[in-house]
């Protein structure tokens, strides 16, 4: 069964920078498609970024610039590195993965999560 185990959140000031980290059990990072999805208190989960299984990435509009996405295929880890944080980033950040090389923005595509790790910016 495949897991995923997020770490790296915690608190920081605007402006600041944090680097979350997703381990995956197996080849999972590393053959099929991985995203980053943050929900923060009272909206729906969304999507930060998606990486598909032949590498090709894609950023929301809301963090493209600012947030950079990469991977350690010996370690089958997915890293992401966000900078110029803003209080709009706080949120509960969570990678996912499915069964597929494709990735998808809908939540609903994805099998795997991890538990997720808090990032927080304040102002």
């Known amino acids: 069964q495949v897991q995923l185990m997020e770490s790296g959140g915690g608190s920081v000031q605007a402006g600041g920078s944090l680097r979350l980290s997703c381990a995956g059990s197996g080849n999972t990072v590393t053959v099929f498609c991985m995203a980053w999805f943050r929900q923060a208190p009272g909206k729906e989960r969304e999507g930060v970024v998606i990486v598909e299984g032949d590498g090709g990435i894609s950023y929301a509009d809301s963090v493209n610039g600012r947030f950079t996405v990469s991977k350690d295929n010996a370690k089958n880890t997915l890293f992401l590195q966000m900078n110029s944080l803003r209080p709009e980033d706080s949120a509960m950040y969570y990678c996912?993965?499915?069964?597929?090389?494709?990735?998808?923005?809908?939540?609903?595509?994805?099998?795997?999560w991890g538990q997720g790790t808090q990032v927080t910016v304040s102002s």
């Open positions: 996912a993965t499915t069964t597929f090389k494709r990735c998808n923005w809908s939540d609903g595509w994805y099998k795997t």
